[in-house]
């Protein structure tokens, strides 16, 4: 890590106690890592809400991304397991990542600064019942197409999304392909060819971490 | 500023008063205009569809989806190492420069970082793929206003970057060379030289261009105070690069985050235009052709010696964690949101590619232009499909 960066973590720090002053309790967690990067969690109910603050008292005006994160685990693995092989135990709980989380579906998104640069990634917990949000799109116009493909590839919904149509999908397709439970087909019909073909480097007896 | 001001409001004023005659005389109805999914405008395969009164367009929508190839659920199923071999399909055009904020990420969570001669290589490879992608920009240009004689000259000078490119990695479109800890080799002898000449080249190409189109007196007037983008806009579409800066925001990521890379290490500019208009955007990719031609250059003088691969583990298990970085390519802002679960492979990688923000703003940005506009308007946002679709 660059250490010239470590005098910018007292702005990261402050920016969490900025928004922690407007919108309170609704931030439910934070994690910073020290001259590199700060995540936040807010209530999915004050997701619009945390939207404006951040534009409007914290300054981050310009809109990167949103997207969302299915932390399940995926039933299938990595599908580099050879097929006939004896089913292996599979560690299925979720775990959650920076800044903690309760659900299987997270949203994720990222604003920056222009003018200081340094930029916030804010996530919140969509609980499974009732996968809805309100949009952000009133906030940063900008998450329109986002927000379409979020709703399309993770089946999360947007309120007050003005135009909640597929984007790269037939209109008439079933299923949200990014979820962990959505099978990559290809690999179920046809196993990874790569993993056969590991065979260990000459001198080299264990099966990994062989180093230099 | 007020120039363009006047130009504009004349120009929607002459657009009326035709509408009106046109509406009068003739009672016309609304029309759909499909331009694409094959239209030489839409680097690959952007549908665009523009319902038009008259020669104006009252409502437009780009359909992207056609080349869709669903690189995040694919990363998810591959190790580190392979990812690159995607990512390099994203922006076909500057493979190099996706790989890089991906392997940075992949670094930052293993708390590694390549020897200084990675970087310095690293740096010079990102910068030839941005020649190599925004020149060919420069000579379709020209071709999507009328002109066909830069984009010869375009393919002609481009292939000297890419002959550069492959001569060290030994793909001219796909290098797949960036590796974690480090690159896949070291240059081949007498490669700086090279490097060094061929950038002579591109900067006469940059001066031919200046010359022959941004000089022109019709490339100046399809350009000119067409398609303004204010700069709040650009912001909330979250518009990055060229486009950003051309709109008046002095912003680039490889002076302004500090990154493991070279770009801190030479004297270059950061160019940025008030107007927002077509013509912004082309001129500001043009600078940016020369400000990286000096970067090579400046590069090529000062390459470390040393070795060009960290010491890491031959099966790259990266700990668990979060990690987003993005850099300054070719197109704009790209990034990657990389999280690992401490296996071989990234749990999810989000990959935020830069045409997709820009060209988001298209529906906006068309509504009420005039069609041959719309040509110009996409030219001067510059995209490339792989990298809105993804």
Known sequence: ?212 | MTMIDERRQLSYIAAQAADARVNVELETEGMTLNIGPQHPATHGTLRIIARLDGEQVVWAEPSAGYMHRGYEKLTEVRTFPQVTALVNRIDWLGSFANEVPFILAAEQLMGIEAPPRAQHIRTILFELSRIANVSLFLGDLGVQLGAITPVFMAFRDREYVLNLIEAATGGRFHPNFDRIGGLKDDLPKGWLEDTKASMHKLRTFCDEIEDLLFGNEIFQSRTRGVGIIPKEVALQYGLSGANLRASGVDWDLRRDRSLPMAWDKVDWKVWTHPDGDCFARCWIRLQEVREATKIVDQLCDTVPSGAVMAKVPRIIKVPEGEAWVSTENPLGEMGYYVVSKGDTGPFRVKIRSASFNNISITPWLLKGVLVPDIITILASLYFILGDIDR
């Open chain 1, 1 to 212: 890590m660059p250490t010239s960066e470590l005098a910018s973590d007292h702005l990261r720090e402050a920016l969490v106690d900025r928004l922690r002053s407007a919108i309170g309790d609704a931030l439910v967690g934070s994690h910073l890592v020290a001259g590199v990067d700060v995540w936040v969690r807010v209530r999915a109910d004050a997701w619009r809400k945390a939207g404006l603050a951040l534009r409007d008292q914290l300054g981050m005006d310009y809109f990167c991304y949103l997207s969302a994160i299915d932390w399940m685990p995926s039933p299938f693995g990595r599908s580099e397991d050879d097929p006939t092989a004896e089913a292996t135990e599979r560690d299925d709980t979720i775990r959650q990542g920076y800044a903690g989380g309760e659900t299987r579906f997270q949203l994720l998104a990222r604003v920056v600064s222009s003018s200081t640069h340094v930029g916030i990634n804010i996530k919140a917990d969509v609980s499974e019942d009732d996968l809805t949000v309100e949009s952000w799109v009133p906030v940063y116009t900008g998450a329109n197409w986002h927000e379409r493909e979020t709703w399309e590839m993770f089946g999360i919904n947007f309120a007050g999304h003005p135009d909640l149509r597929h984007m790269y999908l037939p209109t008439e397709f079933e299923g949200f392909p990014l979820r962990k439970d959505f099978p990559l087909l290809a690999r179920l019909v046809k196993p990874w060819p790569g993993i056969a073909d590991v065979e260990p480097m000459p001198g080299v007896s264990g099966d990994d971490e062989g180093g230099e």
